[in-house]
């Protein structure tokens, strides 16, 4: 099992930052992608950033340049997300994710925090 805690969401104006963080606990595999994915209302639930066991990011095309995904420190899994140059559109709860390719497969989510970016 496999524990996401996320943490740092709240309202903020366009153009501000947040810090959103997931602590990680459990039975965790080193091998493994640690990912903020959002939902906005009335939308797919999309990938935002994600962070594999070795180092590799990807982001998706609307958070390049403006959000970062990093790990709190080398020796867990807990990661951040710093987002900055917040838009309304990046309004949505956001969610950890925890992937371990396996076998077995194993894909946990945290509970989700809101963000909400006034205009």
Same mark, same amino acid.
């Given at each position: ?5 996320? !943490?740092? #969401?709240?309202?903020? %104006? ?8 997931? +602590? ?14 959002? %939902? ?12 594999? #066991? ?5 982001? +998706?095309?609307? +958070? ?5 995904? !990093? ?13 900055? !140059? ?18 077995? %497969?194993?894909?946990?989510? #945290? %509970? #989700? ?7």
């Amino acid at each position: 099992q496999v524990q996401l805690v996320e !943490s740092g #969401g709240g309202l903020v %104006q366009a153009g501000g930052s947040l810090r959103l963080s997931c +602590a990680a606990s459990g039975n965790i595999f080193s091998i493994n992608t640690m990912s903020w994915y959002r %939902q906005a209302p009335g939308k797919q639930r999309e990938l935002v950033a994600s962070l594999t #066991g070795t180092g590799f990011t990807n982001y +998706a095309d609307s +958070a390049k340049g403006r959000f970062t995904i !990093s790990r709190v420190n080398a020796k867990n899994y807990s990661v951040y997300l710093e987002m900055n !140059s917040l838009k309304p559109e990046d309004t949505a709860v956001y969610y950890c994710n925890y992937f371990h390719r396996g076998p077995p %497969q194993l894909n946990y989510w #945290g %509970q #989700g925090t809101q963000v909400t970016v006034s205009s």
